[in-house]
């Protein structure tokens, strides 16, 4: 006779338990997202307060002609990133680590230069904690990592940002994220770096500041500037 009244009754109770815990999580996805759109929100008008005086001069772009030049960018970064890992994997086939570090020395900078030219635009690879002092950031290349590196501590995703920078330019900024296949160049120099790249780097990059990375971090950012009449 308990048996009869206890049971159902657990049963509805477990039931209406675990409904509301899926509310809840439904409720907690929402706020999560609404928060991330906030953010978003607030970042973009920080970054669009940083603009030059005369901004009103310059036509304003729809969230369409923002995103075009976004997805532009990001071809771009995805071209650079594709050659110089195909170099990369490679010279790891051949088992030559310390000469695929080598050729990022020589080359990174005159790949993106001449992918620059054949695609009529300015691409920069920067960071907050350089390798080669020449990737130096501009002061408003350091305030977009800031806010990226931010977004990540707050468990974030960061996302290229689109503005009008300083001079006039459309320029779009793309964050670059640690992964695991990068730390044997930039990770812990005692447990990720193999000896041999250890003696390149001290070699190459006598002030090298881009280790210790971990896998998540921001390491940098793409940043990349179009021509001012610019034609899409
Ligand atoms: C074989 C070693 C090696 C690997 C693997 C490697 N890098 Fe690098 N990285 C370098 C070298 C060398 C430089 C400096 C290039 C130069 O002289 O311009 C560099 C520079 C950079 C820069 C430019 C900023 C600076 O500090 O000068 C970024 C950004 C970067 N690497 C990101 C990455 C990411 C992301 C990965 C993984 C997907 C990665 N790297 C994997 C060796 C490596």
């Not at 994220?177 to 193999?194: A, E, F, T, Y």
């Amino acid at each position: 006779m308990i048996n009869r009244i206890i049971f159902p009754l657990l049963f509805f109770l477990i039931l209406a338990v675990s409904g509301c815990q899926n509310q809840n999580s439904n409720d907690q996805a929402t706020t999560k997202s609404e928060n991330q759109a906030e953010i978003n929100r607030k970042n973009d008008e920080r970054l669009e307060g940083d603009h030059v005086q005369n901004v009103s001069e310059l036509p304003v772009l729809t969230p369409e002609q923002k995103q075009q030049y976004i997805n532009r960018s990001k071809e771009i970064a995805q071209t650079a990133f594709k050659i110089f890992s195909g170099h990369l994997e490679r010279l790891f086939k051949q088992k030559k680590p310390e000469e695929a570090l080598e050729y990022c020395h020589a080359n990174a900078l005159k790949i993106t230069d001449s992918l620059a030219k054949a695609k009529g635009v300015n691409i920069k690879r920067t960071s907050y904690r350089l390798r080669n002092p020449e990737n130096k950031p501009t002061a408003q290349e350091e305030k977009v990592m800031e806010i990226f590196r931010k977004q990540i501590l707050k468990n974030l995703k960061p996302k290229p940002y689109m503005h009008y920078d300083e001079h006039g330019y459309p320029h779009v900024y793309i964050p670059i994220m640690v992964q695991q296949k990068c730390l044997m160049c930039h990770g812990d120099p005692n447990k990720d770096i193999p000896e041999v790249i250890n003696q390149k780097l001290s070699e190459l990059y006598p002030s090298d500041k881009a280790i210790f990375f971990k896998e998540g971090d921001l390491r940098g950012i793409w940043s990349i500037r179009f021509p001012k009449n610019n034609k899409k």
